[in-house]
Nanobody, 115 residues
Framework: QVQLVESGGGLVEPGGSLLLSCVVSGRIFSVSTMAWYRQTPGSQRELVAELTYGGSRNYAESVKGRFAISSDNTKKVVGLHMTRVKPQDTAVYFC?????????WGQGIQVTVSS
């Protein structure tokens, strides 16, 4: 059974930094992308950052230059380094993995940016 477990969320002040991690367990074949999404109440889930198998990185315009996605060589851990955070970054963040065997989601973790 595949599980994605996020950690590292919480409360951070505007301008601060936070590192989210997602650990993937279970057997997944042919990973094509690893990504982070976020969602606020009443809004659709939106893509924040994605990392393709080939190493390409794509970011939402709102986080370009501030967030960075990374993964280890085994594709079992994916991180999101958030810097210069803003109140509008407040959301539940979800880890996502897409593979030939399907798409998998974590349960989400709350990030709140507030002073």
């Amino acid at each position: 059974q595949v599980q994605l477990v996020e950690s590292g969320g919480g409360l951070v002040e505007p301008g601060g930094s936070l590192l989210l991690s997602c650990v993937v367990s279970g057997r997944i074949f042919s990973v094509s992308t690893m990504a982070w999404y976020r969602q606020t109440p009443g809004s659709q889930r939106e893509l924040v950052a994605e990392l393709t198998y080939g190493g390409s990185r794509n970011y939402a315009e709102s986080v370009k230059g501030r967030f960075a996605i990374s993964s280890d060589n085994t594709k079992k851990v994916v991180g999101l380094h958030m810097t210069r955070v803003k109140p509008q970054d407040t959301a539940v963040y979800f880890c996502n993995v897409r593979a030939s065997s399907g798409a998998y989601w974590g349960q989400g973790i709350q990030v709140t940016v507030s002073s």
